[in-house]
């Protein structure tokens, strides 16, 4: 009966928490717990959650995890309160009420095992009962009713001692208050100011943390990114953190000190030992609350930040996977390099390589004639259709070299697009790409990589380690389990939202659907090479490990084209085929005569088909797919055309007006791609001429956007850009410190660099609209440049 209402009490904790009821909360609960994925629950149980969408599953699901963490937290502490025989009916109501692992842990303190304190050994000496009489009566001299406490034999010599150890009994006693420290705490989170100061003799070791040298802002107030950017200098010991209560630093202590005081009843009338009791709360605040709430406020503030942080990670891994796909075209991949020579790999529509060779039209060999030749010849003799060009070192070089062969081709229907090789060397070394082509030379692989994410990105990316992609904030400061886990959800939404060809798609995308393990996901490759394509979808049931259960989370993502059933084509759930049949039977036509046909669908009721099992949701659901059976929600594909004779950041004359890719987005604003080696940034301040919360508002990874050249700074590889198309250049400033800038590097080893954030204006983290005077400036703030990898990650 306990666990019951504990189960609905988390339902309706959690229902509120994300905008539902708890009958919703309740239901999708029960389904997480029976093994389904948060895809097959958004999409085919929306009669049982009442249409909760797949972002307020993947938060359920979070809070599921942390609300079960407390609950088993909370009986552990009763147990061992219990145990002490110290659990008073008072206490266990208030670790009842306990809402969150904080407060849980505050009423636990002075009941948790701990070392020997000086508290203990003074209680063992018999000083609680001096401690207790001056708080009890502070008419009492403290020295004279100290003297009768002293005993040699328990280690308190003096009255000195005796009163030091009852002072060290009322600083603990205070300190665990739970009440007190909970106050405390929220005060302090919300008026405390993070202050950062430089290690004596880190100055020019720590060039690139100079705008921390001496800096203060509000924790409760400073961005994501910058907080991370801190917590790095202080790990790197570049910098000591402080957390001061206010402003005016002394002012908030004295506060704190005050409210230790009155908590305790303790006020200065002129009375013998109020001087002493006093003294007491100023160490309880400044030698233990004080510094046991920084690291605990420090915690709480690194958990929000590294939250957002994968949150962008997230994002930005979504936009990358769910770009464009150039579809079943023959492409041959550049992978672009200097003295080891450009790879090239050839791969036909279904991304089969036919060919791999490598050229040298760079330095130190400039073989260009002979390089132009080799990609001429080849996109000849496979019918080539686009040509992919890697994003790294000499990438400029090699696509004018691509130019060049497309001229001379005569082929109208060849194009040239450049595309992200991030974590592209990563899958080369991968056990995936060996297994994958056992005899081809790591360095081919890349190249391979490359043509094959030009034609699906999302097939591709799949087979390489999320966190490697490179498109984070900030992503090896924060923790990598929770990073890893809520990259493997976003990939595992991605993967389901657009669906998967079972007979062409490898083992990495399939252990991708919903309820696929990886061995499953190569059962399913090896039984369709040994017996050939799947024709229907219920032969997987045929798959070792597959049964029935598992069929029921994954079918409705599996697609199978060119099948004996029309509707394996599509996202409609096998078990929701009798409502097809009930449709197809009242338009009176063939199933293949009904899919796509618009106007008929548009004209039925949903109401008509509804039975007790699937709903209104569903069946409207099944009409839009019937209108466009395995429809891609992926955008059409584009590609940006990069500026002749714009190759090198010294090719860039401010005011210029370029067309770019959107590289990776950040709480500041947006790295773009203008074809240069290094990614310009748009401020948040000048991606749009309106205000701009969140810049994914109004740009994620893959756009095309244009943008004009604010500033740049050539020997720091710095690129200030625009989309306020208006703004005006600004005159140059004077040389900034190390670490300052706007954009990102692109060297021989392909790694980028990481940023921070200095305040750009309005509020901190999040600036407001300013004239176009004002955007170079707030570019030129950033500092450590953050987007991890082009190739490695």
Not at 229 to 235: H, K, Q, T, Y
Not at 293 to 299: S, V
Not at 501 to 515: D, K
Not at 588 to 616: C, H, W
Request: charged share 30%; with cysteine.
């Amino acid at each position: 009966m306990q666990d019951i209402k504990l189960a609905q009490q988390i339902a309706q904790t959690i229902a509120n928490e994300i905008g539902a009821q708890a009958a919703q909360a309740k239901a999708a609960i029960a389904l997480l717990d029976e093994g389904a994925s948060v895809p097959f629950i958004a999409r085919y149980r929306k009669e049982v959650t009442g249409g909760l969408d797949d972002t307020q599953l993947r938060n359920l699901e979070v809070r599921l995890t942390y609300l079960r963490e407390l609950e088993d937290r909370r009986k552990a502490v009763l147990a061992s309160i219990q145990e002490q025989g110290k659990l008073s009916d008072a206490l266990r109501e208030d670790i009842l009420a306990a809402d969150t692992k904080s407060r849980l842990e505050d009423l636990y303190l002075p009941y948790k095992a701990k070392r020997r304190t000086k508290a203990q050994i003074a209680r063992e000496a018999g000083l609680e009962p001096l401690a207790d009489g001056l708080l009890a009566d502070p008419g009492l001299d403290p020295q004279a009713f100290a003297a009768g406490f002293v005993r040699a034999d328990k280690g308190v010599a003096d009255s000195k001692a005796a009163l030091e150890g009852a002072r060290a009994i009322l600083m603990e006693r205070w300190g665990e208050d739970a009440a007190l420290v909970g106050e405390l705490r929220q005060w302090l989170a919300e008026q405390g100011v993070i202050r950062a100061r430089v290690a004596e003799g880190k100055q020019s070791e720590g060039a690139k943390y100079r705008d921390y040298f001496d800096h203060a802002e509000s924790l409760a107030r400073i961005p994501s990114h910058r907080l991370l950017a801190l917590f790095r200098a202080r790990r790197e010991e570049i910098l000591f953190l402080e957390l001061d209560p206010g402003k005016e630093a002394e002012a908030g202590h004295q506060y704190a000190e005050g409210r230790v005081a009155r908590n305790a009843g303790i006020a200065d009338q002129g009375r013998p030992a109020d001087r002493w009791l006093l003294d007491a709360c100023r160490l309880t605040w400044r030698a233990k609350l004080h510094m046991h709430l920084l690291l605990d406020l420090f915690n709480q503030a690194r958990e929000k930040a590294e939250a957002e942080a994968i949150g962008v990670f997230g994002d930005n891994l979504k936009d990358l996977l769910l770009a464009a796909p150039a579809g079943p075209k023959a492409v041959l991949g550049l992978d672009p390099g200097i003295r080891t020579g450009c790879k090239i790999a050839v791969v036909d529509a279904t991304g089969k390589l036919l060919a791999t060779d490598t050229i040298y039209p760079h330095e130190p060999r400039r073989q260009w004639e002979q390089s132009l030749q080799t990609i001429k010849q080849l996109c000849s003799r496979h019918n080539v259709e686009l040509i992919a060009i890697g994003n790294g070192t000499a990438s400029r070089e090699t696509d004018k070299l691509a130019g060049e062969a497309i001229k001379a081709s005569n082929n109208p229907r060849l194009q040239k697009v450049v595309v992200s090789e991030a974590g592209a060397s990563v899958y080369s070394a991968s056990e995936f790409a060996a297994r994958e082509f056992p005899g081809l030379d790591v360095s081919l692989r890349g190249a391979v990589s490359i043509a094959r994410r030009l034609q699906d990105p999302l097939a591709e990316l799949v087979k390489i380690e999320p966190r490697a992609i490179g498109v984070g904030q900030y992503q090896h400061d924060v923790d990598q389990f929770r990073l890893a886990k809520a990259l493997d959800a976003r990939v595992e939404d991605c993967v389901n939202a657009v669906g998967v060809y079972v007979n062409t798609a490898s083992a990495a995308l399939l252990s991708r659907v919903s309820g696929l393990s990886s061995t499953v996901a190569e059962n399913i490759v090896r039984h369709r090479d040994e017996n050939g394509p799947f024709k229907r979808r219920k032969e997987l049931l045929k798959v070792p490990r597959l049964g029935e259960k598992t069929f029921e989370q994954c079918a409705g993502f599996l697609r199978i084209a060119d099948g004996d059933e029309p509707l394996d084509a599509s996202a409609v759930h096998p078990e929701a085929y009798p409502v097809v049949e009930r449709i197809v039977a009242a338009a009176a036509r063939p199933i293949k005569a009904v899919l796509g046909d618009g106007s008929l669908l548009r004209g039925l009721k949903p109401e008509q088909f509804t039975d007790a099992t699937f709903g209104v949701p569903t069946v409207r659901d099944i009409l839009k797919e019937l209108e466009k059976p395995g429809r891609d929600p992926r955008p059409e594909f584009k590609a940006a055309r990069f500026a002749d004779g714009v190759e090198d950041i010294k090719d860039l004359r401010e005011g210029m007006i370029l067309e770019g890719v959107v590289s990776n987005v950040a709480a500041f604003g947006a790295f773009v791609d203008i074809g240069v080696h290094q990614d310009g940034l748009v401020h948040i301040s000048a991606l749009s001429d309106s205000y701009v919360k969140d810049p994914r508002d109004v740009v994620k990874a893959g756009d095309i956007v244009k943008v004009k050249v604010l500033e740049v700074d050539v020997a720091r590889k710095r690129i200030a850009l625009t989309r306020r198309l208006e703004d005006a250049p600004v005159a140059k400033k004077p040389e900034q410190g190390a670490g300052q800038g706007a954009s990102l590097r692109r060297d021989g080893s392909g790694q980028r660099g990481q940023p921070r954030q200095a305040n750009g204006g309005g509020r901190p983290g999040n600036p407001s609209p300013r004239p176009a005077q004002s955007a170079a400036p707030a570019n030129s703030a950033l500092a450590e440049a953050f987007a991890r990898a082009r190739k490695g990650g």
